[in-house]
């Protein structure tokens, strides 16, 4: 088990997928975690789960895209805890399948607002509640689609390489505080976002990774714990990608 200096984390799209397995093994280690999603019923269900099985985990609703929504959310977890060691950002939606002619504003909006300026939102946060600590530590959810882009998907890749690039630049605003920001790109991950994927697509991409399946959340989740654990301490700036071998 990770030795912890961290005991308060937020996870954003806590509820589902990639997210749900990290509240649950940041839970399982006894951190304290606030997860945060759009569901509110699924983020309360699993909070539901975690917390009968003896984890602290509290379930909070935002639009991780509303900017006033993510400031108030912070003021809400300032009230409830001196500090906040780990922010995960995890909140994203996919978006339709659609080639750059036929893609409307309001679908390119949609998904680079909740996948990037999200992300820019909930790091502001939490970088002016870090700093006065000077102390934490901040995971982004890029995507192997940063690295191998896919056509049909031009926001959703443009939004996961604009998280890696903010990841870098962040990295080297927020060092001198000891803050460390770094990401994870993973490769495609049995979750409900990869469920709503075409068949053909995932056939086509289970015989391009050398490893011939897809990743399991918790193997994700276990990236994440050590990035979040004193053992990565010389890690920031970094995005990580446990991807099967799809992208070398
Ligand atoms: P998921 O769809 O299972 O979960 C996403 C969660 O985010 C959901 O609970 C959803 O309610 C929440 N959410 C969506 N929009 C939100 C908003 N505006 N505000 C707050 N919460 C919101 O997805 P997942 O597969 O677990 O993906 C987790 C992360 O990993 C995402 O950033 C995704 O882009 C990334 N990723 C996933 C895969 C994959 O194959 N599953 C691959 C690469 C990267």
């Given at each position: 088990?990770?030795?912890?200096?961290?005991?308060?984390?937020?996870?954003?799209?806590?509820?589902?997928?990639?997210?749900?397995?990290?509240?649950?093994?940041?839970?399982?280690?006894?951190?304290?975690?606030?997860?945060?999603?759009?569901?509110?019923?699924?983020?309360?269900?699993?909070?539901?789960?975690?917390?009968?099985?003896?984890?602290?985990?509290?379930?909070?609703?935002?639009?991780?895209?509303?900017?006033?929504?993510?400031?108030?959310?912070?003021?809400?977890?300032?009230?409830?805890?001196?500090?906040?060691?780990?922010?995960?950002?995890?909140?994203?939606?996919?978006?339709?399948?659609?080639?750059?002619?036929?893609?409307?504003?309001?679908?390119?909006?949609?998904?680079?607002?909740?996948?990037?300026?999200?992300?820019?939102?909930?790091?502001?946060?939490?970088?002016?509640?870090?700093?006065?600590?000077?102390?934490?530590?901040?995971?982004?959810?890029s995507s192997?689609a940063a690295l191998?882009?896919?056509?049909?998907?031009?926001?959703?890749?443009?939004?996961k390489a604009?998280?890696a690039?903010?990841?870098?630049?962040?990295?080297?605003?927020?060092?001198?505080?000891?803050?460390?920001?770094?990401?994870?790109?993973?490769?495609?991950?049995?979750?409900?976002?990869?469920?709503?994927?075409?068949?053909?697509?995932?056939?086509?991409?289970?015989?391009?990774?050398?490893?011939?399946?897809?990743?399991?959340?918790?193997?994700?989740?276990?990236?994440?714990?050590?990035?979040?654990?004193?053992?990565?301490?010389?890690?920031?700036?970094?995005?990580?990608?446990?991807?099967?071998?799809?992208?070398?």
């Amino acid at each position: 088990m990770a030795a912890y200096v961290c005991t308060t984390a937020l996870v954003t799209g806590g509820a589902s997928g990639i997210g749900r397995a990290i509240v649950e093994a940041l839970c399982a280690d006894g951190v304290r975690v606030f997860l945060a999603d759009l569901d509110q019923d699924r983020a309360e269900e699993a909070v539901g789960m975690i917390t009968r099985g003896g984890g602290a985990a509290e379930a909070h609703c935002v639009d991780v895209a509303d900017s006033a929504g993510v400031t108030r959310l912070f003021s809400v977890l300032r009230g409830r805890c001196d500090r906040l060691d780990l922010l995960v950002n995890c909140a994203a939606i996919m978006g339709a399948t659609t080639f750059i002619d036929d893609m409307s504003d309001r679908e390119w909006d949609r998904v680079i607002t909740v996948n990037l300026t999200g992300t820019f939102y909930c790091c502001r946060e939490a970088v002016r509640w870090m700093k006065e600590h000077r102390h934490g530590r901040i995971i982004n959810f890029s995507s192997v689609a940063a690295l191998m882009p896919t056509p049909g998907a031009i926001h959703y890749s443009t939004s996961k390489a604009g998280v890696a690039q903010l990841t870098k630049t962040l990295a080297r605003e927020v060092a001198r505080y000891n803050l460390r920001v770094n990401a994870v790109a993973p490769g495609y991950v049995e979750t409900p976002m990869l469920f709503k994927l075409d068949v053909k697509f995932k056939e086509q991409i289970l015989r391009r990774t050398p490893l011939g399946r897809f990743a399991l959340p918790n193997e994700i989740a276990a990236l994440v714990r050590f990035l979040a654990s004193p053992e990565a301490d010389f890690f920031t700036g970094q995005v990580l990608s446990p991807n099967g071998g799809l992208v070398m």
